[in-house]
């Protein structure tokens, strides 16, 4: 693996799993959301991280952690050798998310954008309790454009990814 795209609901695990297996494989870690936000939680300018996104997957090898489908979506879908979904609960989603802001609160954690502290966004809470209703469907169809030779895996429940971590490089 080369280059690997990291996706899912937010809370879901994704960040910390592409944190560490970029760690195991040797590969650079590229965050989604480091690029995305400008200080204060500011969206940039749209063709501005369309740019920024195509110029990260363009790089040899990399491991991205984010959605962001409409920037460059298929672009890092067609260079990506391999995909891991994290298609977890809403409930498993919800309560990993409120413990990032219980633990990190006012804090920029390590994967995010300068100046973007974490905070209680009912607005994002509610982003994440509408994923299955609203955006999975999207996700799948964007799964289903990988060719033959693309692994996907999925994960259902973290355990499965943790399983899947410790028998990297074993």
Not at 12 to 29: D, N, Q, R, V
Not at 72 to 94: K, Q
Request: hydrophobic residues 45%; glycine residues 10%.
């Amino acid at each position: 693996m080369q280059r690997v795209l990291v996706m899912g609901c937010s809370g879901s695990g994704k960040s910390t799993f592409a944190m560490a297996l970029a760690h195991k494989l040797g590969l650079p870690f590229v965050s989604l959301d480091a690029l995305f936000w400008k200080p204060g939680w500011v969206e940039p300018d749209k063709t501005e991280f369309a740019a920024k996104m195509a110029e990260e997957a363009g790089k040899p090898s990399w491991v991205m952690d984010g959605n962001y489908k409409g920037h460059a979506g298929e672009l890092r879908r067609e260079r990506a050798d391999a995909v891991f979904w994290f298609d977890l609960p809403r409930g498993v989603c919800l309560t990993g998310a409120l413990k990032r802001v219980v633990r990190s609160y006012g804090r920029v954690r390590p994967e995010m954008a300068a100046g973007c502290p974490e905070q209680l966004d009912f607005g994002f809470l509610r982003w994440i309790w509408d994923y299955r209703a609203k955006r999975r469907a999207g996700d799948v169809a964007f799964l289903s454009g990988l060719r033959p030779d693309q692994r996907l895996v999925t994960f259902t429940a973290r355990r499965q990814a943790d399983l899947f971590l410790a028998g990297v490089g074993a």
